[in-house]
């Protein structure tokens, strides 16, 4: 079994949610919103050695999500991020939003686990043109969301999902299932992005119930058979969180070898505004 971490960190420098991380017996972390690495790592941890920032030097753009390995158990092949040209390197991927995907491959080293494609997901909100007039102060997300999608097709190059490994997850800043009654989403929109996953060859993972712990009560926006669990806490009240932000996909045969559960328990949540997911990969 390999074990996989995907968190949101919140742009956080302190050192407890850096060892949180550590000590979680896991080997691979796909994190979201980091803004520097800890200047001292255990020793079977390894970062990627190329800048956190590479290509994009822009300092408006300080959180990026980036691939970490947490254990000698597996190796860690980094894909270099460059522009969106139409031919890139075995170990390029175009990345055509600032700070929205990492991508790696994962080999294990004492299990029958075959090697399979990691993806670090985090779209960015994105505030739309002045000329609309809007109401949205936040902006929208899944215009990003849609970025990282046509970059990781990159990885697809045939109709059979099952000649695909890959497991993408992350902070997708967008509610699975949410209807008309909430202001800041579009539901047709939000849709679109599980959709495009879809029809890709990537099944939908979740976390859903009973995987994580769902919300004290339903909120108006989303179906009372929804099966969502939180994993985003506003100003970090866990007991209050109501919306899942973070997801997991996996390519269609694969997703058969892959476990998700949300750690959203109060007592686990976690440093940060948003709660680990733990991927486990038979």
């Known amino acids: 079994m390999i074990k996989v ?17 550590f000590g979680m017996d896991a080997d691979v972390a796909l994190l979201q919103e980091v803004k520097s690495y800890p200047d001292d790592i255990p020793q079977d941890v390894e970062m990627d050695s190329r800048p956190l920032r590479e290509p994009w030097e822009d300092e408006h753009f300080d959180r990026w999500p980036t691939i970490v390995r947490l254990s000698n158990r597996v190796r860690v092949d980094w894909f270099q991020r460059t522009w969106p040209f139409h031919t890139l390197k075995s170990n390029q991927i ?45 902006g929208f997300a899944d215009g990003s969301a849609h970025r990282i999608i046509s970059d990781l097709s990159a990885f697809i ?80 009240k866990v007991e209050n969180a109501i919306d899942q932000l973070d997801y997991v996909f996996a390519s269609r ?23 680990r997911i733990l991927i486990e990969i038979n």
């Open 5 to 21: 971490i995907c968190w949101n960190i919140n742009a956080q420098k302190r050192r407890e949610l850096w060892d949180v991380l």
């Open 94 to 138: 175009g990345v055509s939003g600032i700070g929205t995907v990492a991508a790696a491959i994962v080999t294990s080293r004492d299990t029958e686990v075959p090697p399979f494609i990691v993806a670090s997901m985090y779209a960015r909100w994105k505030f739309p043109n002045p000329l609309t007039n809007t109401k949205w102060s936040v």
């Open 157 to 236: 190059g045939s109709h059979d999902p099952a000649t695909h490994r890959i497991l993408a997850a992350g902070d997708l800043n967008t509610v699975y299932g949410v209807t008309t009654d909430y202001p800041q989403h579009l539901p047709e929109r939000n849709q679109s992005i599980f959709d495009r996953f879809q029809a890709l060859g990537f099944e939908f993972l979740g976390p859903q119930s009973p995987n994580g712990r769902m919300a004290d009560s339903i909120p108006k926006y989303l179906s009372p058979e929804t099966k969502n669990v939180p994993t985003y806490a506003h100003h970090k």
């Open 253 to 275: 045969g694969f997703h058969e070898s892959v476990q998700t559960r949300a750690l959203n328990h109060i007592d686990e949540w976690g440093p940060s505004d948003h709660c």
